[in-house]
């Protein structure tokens, strides 16, 4: 396989990222069905619930049963989200169903205050704290840095601290790096040139997550691509998005970005079709129209009926 048809890996994040941003928690054995349509859908990874403090994110609350009682294949790579020590210990109650953790901190420091209401110093303290704890439990783990490309409050942010607080989240042992455009302000030249120096700079596996706040997702996709990137994150339906700049859409539809893959000749596993019939039960549920425009469209058809 050339470089330029190498396969693709995509985590779902739907279930945790997108079911938090909604206004109305979704039943749980709604969010029960949809995560097992996911994970039949030859998705090998799923982030399927958070571990922060049900009166932080209510829409969660019931993560620990959705855990329990989804019916999820071995192939499928289970993620949740632990906010810190006290979450990884609510987490470990159901070690045997989860094989990473998800932990988070920002590159900005005010996003990082508004959001956690610590600087990112006291971050990385806690999130390598905790990260060693996970890793004693033999739990690979998945550092995610927010406003990796800007910042809603400060602007612009700069490439060289996004590598050095990368730099130390790897020395604290992070198995895997995520750079997310939390509000949907990168575009696919900075794209193309952080994952570029990443690539030289980071000794651990790097993720992209995008967000379609301006339409761009998938054009940053395409520049982490060519960048050497081969791991993505998104969201059925293009669930999901930041609470803080108005206007804020969801992430990367996943259907969106899978037909995009597979139309240029990346394999990524996944069944198109299944993923389509995840995202209108979603839609279904919620009772709206979602973003996703392979949801609306359908799949490319390469033999269209003749009229």
């Known amino acids: 396989m050339t470089a330029d048809t190498a396969a693709v890996t995509i985590r779902e994040v739907g279930p945790r990222d997108g ?33 922060v403090r049900p009166d932080v994110i209510p829409q969660l609350a019931d993560g620990a049963e959705v855990l329990a009682r989804a019916d999820i294949p071995e192939t499928v790579s289970v993620t949740v989200l632990v906010p810190n020590r006290r979450g990884l210990e609510r987490a470990l ?63 612009a942010v700069d490439p060289d601290r996004v590598l050095g607080i990368c730099d130390r989240l790897a020395a604290a042992g992070a198995d895997e790096i995520g750079l997310a455009d939390t509000t949907g302000m990168a575009n696919p030249r900075q794209v193309a040139e952080l994952f570029a120096r990443a690539a030289d700079h980071v000794e651990c596996e790097l993720t992209a997550h995008f967000h379609n706040t301006r339409g761009q997702a998938l054009a940053n996709v395409v520049a982490a691509l060519d960048a050497g990137c081969r791991s993505f994150e998104s969201s059925f339906g293009e669930l999901g998005g930041c609470p803080v700049p108005p206007g804020a859409t969801g992430n990367v539809a996943t259907e969106d970005l899978v037909s995009m893959l597979h139309e240029m000749g990346h394999p990524t596993g996944i069944d198109l079709a299944k993923l389509l019939d995840a995202s209108h039960a979603v839609q279904q549920v919620l009772g709206r129209p979602l973003g996703s425009h392979t949801l609306v469209a359908g799949p490319v058809d390469w033999a269209p009926a003749r009229g």
Do not use: M, W
Request: aromatic content about 6%; charged content about 25%; glycine content about 8%.
């Open 93 to 155: 109650a159901q070690r045997d169903r989860i094989d990473e953790v998800s932990l988070f901190l920002s590159a900005s420091e005010s996003h990082n205050r508004a959001n956690v209401n610590r600087s990112v110093d006291e971050s990385l303290a806690g999130v390598g704290a905790t990260i060693a704890d996970a890793r004693g439990e033999g739990l690979r783990t998945v550092a995610v840095l927010s406003t990796a490309f800007g910042c809603p409050y400060e602007g």
């Open 19 to 51: 079911f938090q941003n909604e206004p109305e928690t979704i039943a749980t054995d709604d969010k029960v069905r949809l995560v097992e349509l996911l994970a039949r859908t030859g998705l090998r990874r799923l982030e399927l619930t958070s571990f």
